[in-house]
């Protein structure tokens, strides 16, 4: 699939829940997938074509790298995203979220951050998620999740 073809498949006024895969290539620019995760977020979410939403296990997870680099500047850039991004927002793990990964760990066996990020998706109101695990799409599937998980490598 291509950049465009990705950016195609996302519906008009869908909400885009951004896995921290996607916000890492996004950063960094120069992964495999950043063309992919740029396409998506200047795109569609910084245009307004599309709201998205990032679970706060997302915010620490991106924030892991530039605080044991001891990098302030980089913890700086990835505050500033996540807190200033046009059409973007930081879901808080709430106990009905906590619930719900509960529910995808028993059924799929998936990673607690992953099933968090994942119920966050659900909660938050999402209808498709953006990352760059290609196991998404078979877990949100054995968990019942009614998302379309766009896979970024793939474009």
Known sequence: ???AALTD???DAATILLDTSALLAYLSGT?????????????????????????AITVTEALVRPLRAGSDSAVRLVEDFLLRFPN???EPVTADIARRAATIRAVTAAPTPDAL???TAGVGGADV????????????????LSLRVEVLEAS
């Open 88 to 90: 973007l927002r930081i």
């Open 31 to 55: 992964e495999r997938a950043s063309g992919a995760a740029i396409a998506v977020i200047d795109g569609l979410v910084g245009s307004g074509r599309n709201r998205a939403i990032v679970s």
């Open 9 to 11: 498949s996302i519906p």
């Open 117 to 119: 990020i994942l119920a």
């Open 1 to 3: 699939m291509t950049r």
């Open 129 to 144: 998620v953006v990352g760059n695990d290609r196991s998404w799409p078979r877990v949100a599937k054995r968990a019942g």
